[in-house]
């Protein structure tokens, strides 16, 4: 399967992270709160031009959006002791479940590491509710190595936060 990459359509990014987030909020595992998945909270100078819709191409000119990223190069939440332009972020990744189980996470790392690479960039980082042991083993699979935990808050919600980094 190809994918295309688009990050001028925030909207969109905006309602796919909802429906997936919903998704989650219905199976009892809920990641975020739907009502602070909004463009106030979610598009800053940091994530303006960062907050990609991934395209699965179907065949033909027929493609439909699957996922949704945040790549940024600078976060100062999340990482403030890393200088800008020095690692790039992931956050909020949501793949719809039409999607899920068909590896688009590998996709998304590919299409990362070039666009980090194509910056002279070595490093990815994210980083995830450390009480989820599944989405943990699922990021250390996918090479990323768990560095530190830490208590964060992010719109109004808590949590204990595990802080992944990968090298290339």
Request: aromatic share 14%.
């Amino acid at each position: 399967m190809a994918f295309l990459f688009r990050n001028d359509q925030p909207e969109l990014a905006i309602d796919i992270l909802r429906e997936v987030g919903q998704w989650l909020v219905d199976s009892d595992q809920t990641l975020w709160e739907i009502d602070t998945l909004t463009a106030d909270n979610l598009l800053d100078m940091y994530t303006m031009g960062n907050l990609y819709v991934m395209y699965a191409q179907l065949g033909g000119t027929r493609s439909e959006p699957a996922a949704v990223f945040i790549l940024q190069w600078e976060d100062p939440l999340y990482w403030p002791d890393v200088p800008s332009n020095t690692s790039g972020f992931i956050h909020k990744l949501a793949i719809r479940r039409a999607f899920a189980g068909q590896d688009l996470f590998a996709a998304i790392l590919d299409f990362c590491r070039t666009e980090c690479l194509r910056r002279g960039i070595k490093t990815l980082q994210l980083e995830t509710d450390a009480t989820r042991p599944k989405l943990m083993q699922f990021y250390e699979r996918h090479g990323f190595t768990p560095t530190y935990q830490r208590p964060m808050h992010e719109f109004g919600q808590s949590f204990l936060c595990q802080f992944y980094v990968m090298t290339f």
